[in-house]
């Protein structure tokens, strides 16, 4: 059974930098675009960053430039490296992977960006 294990969450005052690491723990048949997504109080759940196979990457305007999606592949994990940190960017952050037969989903973890 496929699981993904998030880590890298937590308390940074505005202006520092978390990293977020997410890895696939049993075999996901074909991967394809591995992403994160966020969802704060009261919001719905938004697209941070997504990347695919081959490489390129899509980033949502209000985190252009401040984060950087990676992966690897060998490892079945997604990266999430925020910097220039921003109160907006409190949310619970997961991760998701899309496979040929479904999509997962991260279990989330908490960023709070203090003012």
């Known amino acids: 059974q496929v699981q993904l294990v998030e880590s890298g969450g937590g308390l940074v005052q505005a202006g520092g930098s978390l990293r977020l690491s997410c890895t696939a723990s049993g075999s996901i048949f074909s991967i394809t675009t591995m992403g994160w997504y966020r969802q704060a109080p009261g919001k719905q759940r938004e697209l941070v960053a997504s990347i695919t196979t081959s490489g390129p990457t899509n980033y949502v305007d209000s985190v252009k430039g401040r984060f950087t999606i990676s992966r690897d592949n060998a490892k079945n994990t997604v990266y999430l490296q925020m910097n220039s940190l921003k109160p907006e960017d409190t949310a619970v952050y997961y991760c998701?992977?899309?496979?040929?037969?479904?999509?997962?989903w991260g279990q989330g973890t908490q960023v709070t960006v203090s003012s």
């Open positions: 998701n992977i899309v496979g040929y037969w479904r999509s997962y």
